[in-house]
């Protein structure tokens, strides 16, 4: 594929993240814009990009691929921009914001016969933002969906997909309203459970004091995406609001439901309900099944001391076992061990469990 000019508008973590994996694994040439001159500057400086432009405008007019990296709002004014611009060649533009319905309503109202729009998310993340947090590897495995209008052909989407596998996505396609049904439920739903989780725990704190240094283990698990940006979320939210309504009036509904099980002490009917959420879960790591990697993990208990980690670390090495993960647990829930082991394979598990057995250590695999 001959060397194309795409122009990434936005670089934050999102933007910042895409334009380093396609420096790093291609030859295409990579403009940057953005309105904050110290993210230019840091861009430029750092080689995420090879050229800063402060003018979308001019930018624009130079690039064969537009990848507008912005809040919701601010990619629809984008788009809209773009719309008066003189082209004189056929332009690819794409955005990544997590919702499509809005942005592609706003694509489809343009006039200008050389643009050629194909809706992008990229799925995943981090709760840091910003350059500084961009990493080319932020969306390796990670599903990349595409939502192309009429307007943009098989070989526009070929083309786009070429310079973004670089960032090593996985690429579905998907129409805008499945795609904004699915993603609530999935992440931005949570996302609002996250936040009000947090807010009862705040609320709780004023009754338990000590209550934030027991607020580790499952409770940061499942509330770090409350720690994600305020004003980016309150835009996601603000543009896929139908939705977000109907999931919480189903919420409240289930909530009601599990209230009133654990109200007449049903037990029978709470194991059903929790281990009918374990199994789905569960599945989830299942080959095609899901997007949650399927990892396997040892709990190995270990001494709070100096080079404990390195060695089981090195024990790991010698027998030829790869560990995907090492996770510190802070507070342990259920569990004997103070330290998390993933492997990619059940066969690794096994034998890491009994390589680290044979030296001594505490562990268990928990099913």
């Given at each position: 594929?001959e060397?194309q000019?795409v122009?990434i508008?936005?670089?934050?973590?999102?933007?910042?993240?895409?334009a380093?994996?396609?420096?790093?694994?291609?030859?295409?040439?990579?403009?940057?814009?953005?309105i904050s001159?110290?993210?230019?500057?840091f861009?430029?400086?750092?080689?995420?990009?090879?050229?800063?432009?402060?003018?979308?405008?001019?930018?624009?007019?130079?690039?064969d691929?537009?990848?507008?990296?912005?809040?919701?709002?601010?990619t629809?004014?984008?788009?809209?921009?773009?719309d008066?611009?003189?082209f004189?060649?056929?332009?690819?533009?794409?955005?990544?914001?997590?919702?499509?319905g809005s942005?592609?309503i706003a694509?489809?109202?343009?006039?200008?016969?050389?643009?050629?729009f194909i809706?992008?998310?990229?799925?995943?993340?981090?709760?840091?933002k910003?350059?500084?947090?961009?990493?080319a590897?932020?969306?390796?495995?990670?599903?990349?969906?595409?939502?192309?209008?009429d307007?943009?052909?098989?070989e526009?989407?070929?083309?786009?997909?070429?310079?973004?596998?670089?960032?090593?996505?996985?690429?579905?396609?998907?129409?805008?309203?499945?795609?904004?049904?699915?993603?609530g439920?999935?992440?931005?739903?949570?996302?609002?459970?996250?936040s009000?989780?947090?807010?009862?725990?705040?609320?709780?704190?004023k009754?338990?004091?000590?209550?934030?240094?027991?607020?580790?283990g499952?409770?940061r698990?499942?509330?770090?995406?409350?720690?994600?940006?305020?004003?980016?979320?309150?835009?996601?939210?603000?543009?896929?609001q139908?939705k977000?309504?109907?999931?919480?009036?189903?919420?409240?509904?289930?909530?009601e439901?599990?209230?009133?099980?654990?109200?007449?002490?049903?037990?029978?009917?709470v194991i059903?309900y929790?281990?009918?959420a374990?199994?789905?879960r569960?599945?989830l790591?299942?080959?095609e099944r899901?997007?949650?990697?399927?990892?396997?993990?040892v709990?190995?208990?270990?001494?709070?001391?100096?080079?404990?980690?390195?060695?089981?670390?090195?024990?790991?090495a010698?027998a030829?076992?790869?560990?995907?993960?090492i996770?510190?647990?802070?507070?342990?829930?259920?569990?004997?061990?103070?330290?998390?082991?993933?492997?990619?394979?059940?066969?690794?598990q096994v034998?890491?469990?009994k390589?680290?057995?044979?030296?001594?250590?505490?562990?268990m695999i928990?099913?």
């Amino acid at each position: 594929m001959e060397k194309q000019q795409v122009l990434i508008a936005g670089l934050g973590l999102i933007g910042g993240s895409i334009a380093k994996a396609i420096k790093k694994e291609s030859e295409h040439y990579i403009i940057g814009f953005d309105i904050s001159e110290s993210t230019l500057h840091f861009a430029l400086n750092h080689g995420i990009i090879d050229e800063a432009s402060p003018n979308f405008d001019k930018a624009a007019l130079k690039a064969d691929i537009i990848i507008i990296s912005a809040p919701i709002s601010e990619t629809i004014q984008l788009i809209s921009q773009l719309d008066s611009l003189p082209f004189t060649k056929e332009v690819i533009v794409s955005d990544t914001a997590s919702v499509k319905g809005s942005v592609l309503i706003a694509a489809n109202d343009l006039t200008n016969k050389s643009i050629r729009f194909i809706g992008g998310h990229p799925m995943a993340g981090s709760h840091k933002k910003g350059i500084e947090a961009a990493k080319a590897h932020l969306f390796e495995n990670a599903i990349y969906v595409l939502s192309p209008l009429d307007n943009a052909t098989e070989e526009n989407v070929a083309t786009l997909r070429e310079v973004l596998s670089a960032t090593k996505s996985n690429f579905v396609v998907l129409q805008s309203d499945e795609h904004d049904e699915m993603t609530g439920v999935i992440s931005h739903f949570p996302h609002l459970i996250a936040s009000s989780l947090v807010h009862q725990a705040r609320k709780w704190e004023k009754k338990h004091a000590f209550l934030p240094k027991l607020a580790a283990g499952g409770f940061r698990d499942i509330t770090r995406i409350a720690s994600s940006n305020p004003v980016m979320w309150q835009d996601i939210f603000y543009h896929n609001q139908s939705k977000m309504s109907a999931m919480l009036a189903d919420w409240i509904i289930e909530m009601e439901y599990l209230k009133k099980l654990l109200e007449d002490n049903e037990r029978e009917e709470v194991i059903t309900y929790l281990n009918s959420a374990k199994n789905y879960r569960d599945g989830l790591n299942e080959g095609e099944r899901g997007a949650i990697p399927a990892f396997y993990d040892v709990y190995v208990d270990i001494p709070d001391q100096p080079g404990a980690i390195a060695e089981v670390a090195l024990i790991l090495a010698n027998a030829s076992l790869s560990i995907k993960n090492i996770e510190i647990l802070e507070v342990r829930e259920g569990i004997t061990g103070a330290l998390r082991l993933s492997f990619y394979t059940k066969e690794a598990q096994v034998a890491g469990q009994k390589v680290l057995k044979q030296r001594g250590f505490e562990t268990m695999i928990q099913s």
